[in-house]
């Protein structure tokens, strides 16, 4: 088979990769985001006596939620909303904020895509989506970073993508 290598956008001495440690102190930061986010959604419906008695999100397509007097439907959409949350959260980040999210912008830590200009929308969620993929058998996509030249995890691979320090460039 014949393959065509693409040419990468950036050049691999243009940039400094992040390291490790900014990229999980980052992600602990965007977790807490996250779950100040599920707060306000539930005080929301409290405030709309729509009172969610439990719930548990136990991975993006294992929602429980328990509900008094509440439409089947709503429900439904609920536990749809829950369960892809994080991935919203991160895809609209990187979209918008040109490849940060709140955790990378406070720690000066950008995301880039490998073989174009701007990341695109797929490509922020194909990486969003390679966060819950990273964390798949103990976490492993996400220890792969400490043997990876590039650092790149297991999500960075499926989005095309890496993550740079921000306003630190290296002179040729």
Not at 52 to 75: G, P, R, T, W, Y
Not at 99 to 113: A, D, E, H, N
Not at 132 to 148: C, D, K, P, R, T
Request: proline fraction near 2%.
């Amino acid at each position: 088979m014949n393959y065509n290598t693409r040419p990468e956008f950036h050049h691999d001495s243009e940039f400094i990769l992040a390291t490790i440690r900014k990229r999980f102190v980052a992600l602990l930061i965007d977790g807490l985001v996250l779950i100040i986010i599920y707060f306000c959604i539930l005080i929301l419906f409290s405030l709309l006596n729509m009172n969610i008695s439990e719930i548990n999100v136990h991975s993006i397509f294992d929602v429980e939620i328990k509900m008094n007097n509440a439409h089947s439907f709503l429900i439904t959409f609920l536990k749809f909303l829950f369960g892809l949350l994080p991935t919203l959260y991160f895809a609209i980040s990187f979209y918008f904020w040109k490849g940060q999210t709140v955790g990378k912008y406070f720690l000066r830590i950008r995301v880039l895509s490998l073989y174009h200009e701007h990341l695109g929308l797929w490509h922020c969620i194909e990486r969003s989506l390679g966060y819950f993929v990273s964390a798949l058998e103990f976490g492993f996509g996400y220890i792969q970073a400490f043997w990876n030249p590039n650092r790149m995890t297991l999500h960075d691979k499926i989005g095309e993508t890496i993550v740079i320090e921000l306003h630190v460039k290296k002179h040729r």
